[in-house]
Each structure stands twice: as structure tokens, then as C-alpha cells.
């Protein structure tokens, strides 16, 4: 191919309107898994945490995690949907390693929850409604490691390795209508879609949501219609995107490389294709098979599933209080301005700073260290701000300590720099780096004779009564201290010693 691999977005813009469809993943945090007893923490050593059933042992039967349908429900109530008042589990026949049963129980055309919506507010508080088509229940899959090739894909790999732990986690999938008419601002909405759901998911308590370990996983379908087109063009899916920057990216990537292709003369495949953190590209996948090629028929081994209507309006009533509503709560009680609100918002800050203040810190001071230093943090290494490896606790205590006049701000900016880089909790840091404020009299008093007695002149000036000149000898305890003095103090000591 000579033309371009991708076109320029602006012009993608001006020949093309894009469509979105997003299918989120989410593990539930459930303590067993969806059909059977086996316990579903992360992180477990391999392959122990299976039992006949989730490996799809001959005359093994599966039974039904009631807690898991309730976090459907909820997770449907939350999202606006109806609640289907009796659905069934399905059958998706596929063949794939790390799925022991050769299929995958799951729902087709009896979802458990539909026809919803979800508010989304993009960063300059423009609210955009995504519809949902359906949110339903299914169990994961089986993780494979390729071994041996430079990218831990299979190609390349000389062996794989099997591990069936997560084969059986209960999962749910929530997909969109398609997203029309957002152009320029689709991939951004893609951002702001997933953000908002995991959120909402959070808020309901029903899964860790964490996009780093794979219990909030992005599928982003994205197609290209010729400006004036009636009809979609064909879609990718780009799999399992593990981080909202790279859903934004993804969706972007995916509109400029289409678009050349269809510039080109040529036409999209429906395939699924993997996105490249490094490059910020996507690659071909499978050809995308088409639901006749599942083969999806009802589950026989498990009993429809009808809840009356009691159970539902009970559930309806355990719906916590929406992140929507706890943002307008919280922008009332921190006395927020809309666009400090906002920049809490787009910082991924809101939980963060809550659970700080909750710990013991101020509003104002959370939010500082949050929105300000600790973002630059994450943005300079790349990941969200709640993948930093200081946690809302440590975060207060490091206020504490500056509140208490233990702390002056630089010493604490190096304080979490120190937590930042593994090296313990905030007072460890403390002990370690040596960074306390010099706030033994007898240490300072030392310090200041030393530096009187260096500058002979200007005691002088201070004990005849001009106190500006102090000045100079703060400077010089400040440096003789690296710093770890408070000025204040070391100034008030000052004057007292040229009385
Ligand atoms: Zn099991």
C-alpha cells in the first residue's frame, strides 16, 4: 500500500463522521466465582483455585452466584435499564485454551438488563447521554502466558502456559447503542464513558474496577460513515484497552487508520484488533467471527432465572448515592467552584481526595496534594493518578505532619516523592531522608551563633535595632540546615539572641 497509513485528523473529520459502540467487561468482586465455590482472589498461585466444575469436568454441574445476579441488577438499576423479569443463560461454543468447558456460559438474546443510560460529562461540562443496550451476565475466561517471544504474544512464544483461576469469575458486560454524531469529540467521549461507568461501579461497590489488573476491561468498536451516509461503515473492535488514556487513544488511532484506508479506495475488515501502548497503534487480531459462529444455544444445566419483582425493588433500594449526585454533595460541602470541581473531576481526584479528607486532611490541603503534585506525578509516569503508590491515608498523614510544623511544604513534597519510590510510610520517610524540621531550640541556637559570629557586621546592625538585616542569618541557618529549619522559628530565635 503507498497511501498514507493514517490520515491527518482534521481531515478525518471533514470526510468522515465516527461511530462508537463500547463493550466494558467487569469482574465482580464476589468472593466465589459464578458457578461454583472457588474462591476468586487475585493474584493466587496458579491453577489452585479451581475445582471440577469451572474446568468443565465431565458430570460436574454448575449452580448460580446469587450475589453475582444481584450485582447484575443493581448494576442494571444503576444504569437506568429495565430488568429482564425472567432471563436464561446461553451457550457460546468456541474452542480456546484458556476456556476449559470449550464454552463459555454466558447470555444472548435474554440479557438480564436493558435498555438504559448512562450521563457523561465531558471536561468542559458539556453532558453527552449514552444509551445502553444491555448489560449480562457471564463467566471469564482462563488466562494464557506465551513464554519465550519478545512480545508475550503467542507468535514468537515457544511454549504457553495455562492458568484457570480466573475461568469462572463472574463477569459483566455492558454494551452501548452506537455512539453517533459526537465528531471530533468521540474519542474523548470514549474516555469520558469509561471513566463515568467505573465510577458508577465503584460507587455500587460490586467490583475493584481496577483497569491495571483487568477487572475493568475496554472493548472499543469503531466505525467511519462518508459524511452524509446513512448506513455505518464496518467496525473494529479494538480488545481489552486496559487504561482510559489508552481508550481515548485507541479510538483516535483506529478513526485516522480507517480513514486512510477508505481514502485509499480500500475497505475496513471486521476484525478485532489489540492496541500498542508503546505506539499508541492498533494491530490486526482474528477476523471477527459473527454470532451464528457461536452456535449459541440456552444453558440445560442451569434453571432460568425470574426475579419477582420484590427483589428487584429491594435492590433498587441498596442503590447508593450516584457519583452525579456526590459530585454536586461534595462541590456544596468543599466550597468548589465549578471549575475547581471540575478539575477534580478530570484529575480522577474525586475518591481520592474524599477518602484523604476522611483520613484526617483538610479539603483544601487533599486537593492541593492531589490535583497539583501528585497528578504532575502520575502524568510524568504515565499512569492514573489512583495507580500511584501512595494511598489517601499516607497522603493525610504527610499533611499531618506539615500541620504540625514537623513538615515544612518542600520537606513533605519529598516526603511522598520518598513514599512515591517504595520507601515505606510517611514517618519511615521521614527517619530515613532525615527531612523532620530542626525544631530543637538547642540545634538551631547553635546554627544562628555560628552564623552571628561569621558575620560579625550584621549582628551588629540587628543588635542596633535594624531586625531586616536578620535576614541574612535566617539564610544562613536555612542552608547550615538544608533547609529542615522553620524560617519563623529560626528568625524569632534570632532576634531573641541579639537582645
Ligand atoms: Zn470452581
Redesign the pocket.
Given at each position: 500500500m503507498t497511501a498514507a497509513t493514517v490520515l491527518d485528523y482534521d481531515e478525518v473529520l471533514e470526510r468522515f463522521d465516527p461511530v462508537l459502540g463500547l463493550e466494558v467487561h467487569v469482574e465482580l468482586n464476589t468472593h466465589t466465582?459464578m458457578?461454583?465455590?472457588?474462591p476468586t482472589a487475585f493474584g493466587a498461585e496458579p491453577n489452585t483455585?479451581?475445582?471440577?466444575?469451572?474446568?468443565g469436568l465431565p458430570g460436574s454441574l454448575p449452580v448460580v452466584n446469587r450475589v453475582a445476579v444481584e450485582s447484575a441488577m443493581r448494576i442494571g438499576l444503576a444504569l437506568n435499564c429495565e430488568i429482564a423479569p425472567w432471563c436464561r443463560f446461553a451457550r457460546k461454543n468456541y474452542f480456546y485454551p484458556d476456556m476449559p468447558k470449550n464454552f463459555q456460559t454466558s447470555q444472548y438474546d435474554e440479557p438480564i438488563a436493558f435498555n438504559g443510560s448512562l450521563d457523561v460529562t465531558l471536561e468542559d461540562g458539556t453532558v453527552v447521554t449514552v444509551a445502553i443496550e444491555r448489560a449480562h451476565m457471564e463467566e471469564d475466561t482462563g488466562k494464557s502466558l506465551h513464554v519465550g517471544g519478545a512480545t508475550g504474544r503467542i507468535h514468537g512464544a515457544d511454549h504457553s502456559l495455562l492458568d484457570y483461576n480466573r475461568a469462572?469469575v463472574p463477569l459483566i458486560e455492558i454494551v452501548t447503542k452506537p455512539i453517533e454524531g459526537m465528531g471530533e469529540r468521540a474519542p474523548e467521549v470514549a474516555r469520558a464513558y469509561v471513566s463515568t461507568l467505573r465510577d458508577l461501579l465503584a460507587a455500587l461497590d460490586v467490583s475493584d474496577v481496577r483497569m491495571d489488573q483487568g477487572s475493568l476491561r475496554c472493548d472499543a468498536n469503531v466505525s467511519l460513515m462518508a459524511k452524509g451516509a446513512t448506513e455505518f461503515g464496518t467496525r473494529t473492535e479494538t480488545k481489552n484497552v486496559n487504561s482510559l488514556r489508552s481508550v481515548e487513544r485507541a479510538v483516535r488511532y483506529e478513526m485516522t487508520r480507517q480513514a486512510a484506508i477508505l481514502v485509499d479506495g480500500g475497505s475496513i475488515l471486521q476484525e478485532t484488533r489489540h492496541f500498542q501502548e508503546a505506539t499508541g497503534t492498533t494491530a490486526a487480531g482474528r477476523r471477527k467471527e459473527t454470532s451464528e459462529d457461536y452456535r449459541y444455544f440456552p444453558e440445560p444445566d442451569l434453571v432460568p432465572i425470574a426475579p419477582p419483582a420484590e427483589w428487584v425493588e429491594q435492590l433498587r433500594a441498596t442503590l447508593p448515592e450516584m457519583p452525579s449526585q456526590r459530585r454536586k454533595r461534595i462541590q456544596a460541602d468543599w466550597q468548589l467552584t465549578d471549575l475547581e470541581l471540575r478539575d477534580l473531576v478530570n484529575a480522577g481526584a474525586v475518591d481520592l481526595v474524599a477518602a484523604t479528607v476522611e483520613a484526617g486532611a483538610s479539603p483544601a490541603e487533599a486537593r492541593a496534594w492531589w490535583v497539583s503534585y501528585l497528578s504532575q506525578e502520575a502524568n510524568a509516569r504515565g499512569i492514573e493518578l489512583a495507580a500511584l503508590s501512595i494511598t489517601p491515608t499516607q497522603v493525610a498523614r504527610v499533611s499531618a505532619l506539615v500541620a504540625e510544623g514537623k513538615l515544612t511544604n518542600k520537606l513533605a513534597r519529598e516526603v511522598i516523592d520518598g513514599v512515591l519510590a517504595g520507601e515505606g510510610e510517611p514517618d519511615e520517610v521521614v527517619e530515613k531522608r532525615d527531612l523532620a524540621v530542626v525544631s530543637d531550640d538547642s540545634a538551631l541556637y547553635a546554627a544562628i551563633d555560628e552564623a552571628l559570629a561569621a558575620q560579625p557586621d550584621v549582628a551588629e546592625k540587628i543588635r542596633g535595632g535594624k531586625v531586616a538585616a536578620a535576614g541574612a542569618i535566617v539564610g544562613a541557618v536555612m542552608k547550615a540546615t538544608k533547609g529542615q529549619a522553620d524560617a519563623k522559628r529560626v528568625r524569632e530565635l534570632i532576634l531573641e539572641r541579639c537582645e
Open positions: 466465582k458457578f461454583c465455590g472457588c483455585q479451581v475445582c471440577p466444575t469451572c474446568l469462572g
